[in-house]
């Protein structure tokens, strides 16, 4: 617990003073402590952002887009025990999808109490490139699907930032 104190302050401290508060997002699924500068993506920016995918995304980002994090707990059925095949699977869809990525890791390891895929991968934009890095979770038998994003030009001030918030995820009761 004092560690995870310390991680908040240097979060905290790490924002300029910028308030750091929990949100619950899905409607309850999730809690996550999260900048406060970070808000509700617009439904320009969503539709932008994640084309073609499904509703019941919940996305957050700077105003101008730059750094995001959303959560996606999709319908896809998945137990603990399958994390490796699904890792397997997303790992080649992504790696397929982005051919020029540069990868920084692809596994699964243990957290939030369960195992979970870690896919990070830094991929190229018009005008610059993106730092991506995607949790996927078990979560009452669906997959949740988390995933930070920040342009080459906002990584020093917040990739450090975007870890910390995941690594502040608590998972709960999820109230589909």
């Known amino acids: 617990m004092r ?3 310390l991680l908040l302050c240097c979060l905290w401290h790490s924002t300029l003073h910028a308030e750091i508060n929990e949100r619950v997002v899905l409607r309850g699924a999730v809690k996550i402590h999260m900048p406060d500068d970070l808000r509700p993506m617009s439904e320009w920016q969503m539709d932008q952002k994640y084309p073609g995918w499904q509703r019941g995304i919940e996305a957050f980002s700077l105003t101008n887009g730059t750094v995001s994090i959303a959560f996606h707990h999709t319908q896809n059925a998945i137990q603990e025990k399958q994390i490796d095949d699904a890792h397997a699977v997303v790992s080649r869809l992504l790696r397929r999808r982005y051919g020029d990525a540069h990868w920084l890791q692809s ?4 957290k939030f109490g369960t195992r979970v895929m870690v896919l990070e991968f830094v991929t190229k934009a018009e005008d610059t490139s993106i730092h991506n890095l995607m949790y996927g979770i ?7 699907l988390v995933t930070f994003n920040t342009t080459s030009q906002q990584v020093p001030d917040w990739l450090d930032r975007g870890r910390l918030m995941i690594n502040s ?7 589909n």
């Open 3 to 5: 560690i995870f104190a």
């Open 107 to 110: 596994r699964v390891a243990p």
């Open 138 to 144: 078990p979560l009452n038998g669906r997959l949740l």
């Open 169 to 175: 995820i608590e998972l709960v009761a999820d109230l």
